[in-house]
């Protein structure tokens, strides 16, 4: 009877002992975490390396956890990351918490790591080679250690986006105005420099003007996001892809930009039907204004100092909307505005 009490006895201290240990990695994305891009970087990488990773939507900034080891322990330590290392029966109790039906939350479990692409030039627009911090996506993806391919229009015509599940991209004109710098920048070498370079490309690509390679791209990347891709845009690139798609046939560039002048009234031949996220929109026919057209909410309207302009990201439905969901998540609620170009929309723009 004696043995058998020791026996029963170890069997529960085991019991306890093994419900007590640590059994995975808890990273907090809330203002906890002290480097939220390093922590999406470490979570990618132990998708790499073919172990499954969960997301916490909503859940503390939006936090992630995976299997412990001590490797994984170790590579956050490395990181400077913010982690906390939980019990099995903790995470269970925040899984749980997470589901229950009133709550906001959801948890995603995250299988494989998404191949990335950067849709960015080889040189930036005074000709020297780009670097990390030429841009906003690559230097943030660098920094957190994300692996990612740059390709341009030759890799797109070339059929290459296939290859990626998630596409960046830099802030492209996809008009061929080349970005409409014309009046403050065309006598400066890197904008005659950059020019030429664009034209050689389209020439070699098989076009006769940037314009249409550019259209040929923006359909493209319209067919790589209608067959499941995911597609983030910045500045210009997030409507002038759409401008490029409504004028297919029309010709919207001024001669300082192809040679020979713009169509007449080039609005009313704009074709919405061809449109990818907006519709409805004016075109800025003048090559001397730094705008593409009425998509974007112009800054000097909304008369707000840079310094003082804010938004708040919205609540989706984490059960029941996760990818727009799992695209605010943040540790603050409220952003501040990033000043460029095409930062906002008009609220008066028909979004598709």
Request: net charge negative; glycine share 6%; with cysteine.
């Amino acid at each position: 009877m004696r043995f058998l009490k020791i026996y029963l006895s170890a069997i529960l201290f085991l019991s306890i002992a093994f419900q007590l240990k640590a059994s995975y990695v808890f990273i907090p994305m809330d203002l906890k975490q002290k480097n939220h891009l390093k922590a999406y970087g470490v979570t990618y990488w132990v998708l790499s390396n073919g172990v499954e990773a969960f997301w916490l939507l909503n859940y503390r900034g939006g936090s992630f956890a995976f299997p412990h080891t001590k490797t994984f322990e170790k590579e956050c330590i490395t990181r400077d990351i913010s982690f906390e290392v939980i019990t099995d029966s903790e995470f269970e109790r925040i899984r749980a918490e997470i589901s229950h039906p009133e709550i906001n939350q959801e948890v995603m479990k995250l299988e494989k790591p998404p191949r990335i692409a950067v849709y960015t030039p080889e040189f930036n627009e005074r000709g020297e080679r780009l670097q990390p911090w030429d841009d906003a996506v690559t230097l943030a993806l660098t920094y957190a250690e994300i692996p990612f391919d740059k390709i341009y229009d030759r890799e797109i015509i070339g059929g290459m986006l296939a290859k990626y599940d998630w596409l960046h991209l830099h802030h492209e004109d996809f008009t061929g105005q080349f970005g409409k710098f014309y009046s403050g920048y065309h006598n400066q070498s890197w904008y005659i420099e950059n020019q030429k370079r664009q034209e050689n490309l389209a020439n070699e690509l098989g076009f006769s003007k940037v314009s249409m390679l550019k259209l040929a791209v923006s359909k493209k990347i319209k067919e790589y996001v209608g067959g499941g891709g995911f597609m983030f845009a910045m500045c210009s690139a997030t409507d002038s892809y759409d401008i490029a798609l409504c004028a297919e046939g029309t010709d919207i560039c001024a001669h300082y930009f192809d040679g020979d002048a713009a169509d007449q009234n080039p609005d009313s031949r704009l074709d919405f039907n061809k449109s990818f996220a907006f519709k409805n929109f004016k075109l800025e026919n003048n090559p001397m204004v730094y705008e593409f057209s009425s998509i974007d909410q112009n800054p000097r309207e909304r008369n707000i100092n840079p310094e003082n302009d804010y938004f708040t990201l919205f609540d989706f439905s984490a059960k029941w909307d996760p990818i727009p969901t799992m695209l605010t998540q943040n540790h603050t609620r409220t952003v501040k505005r990033l000043h460029g170009t095409n930062y906002s929309v008009q609220k008066s723009i028909d979004q598709i």
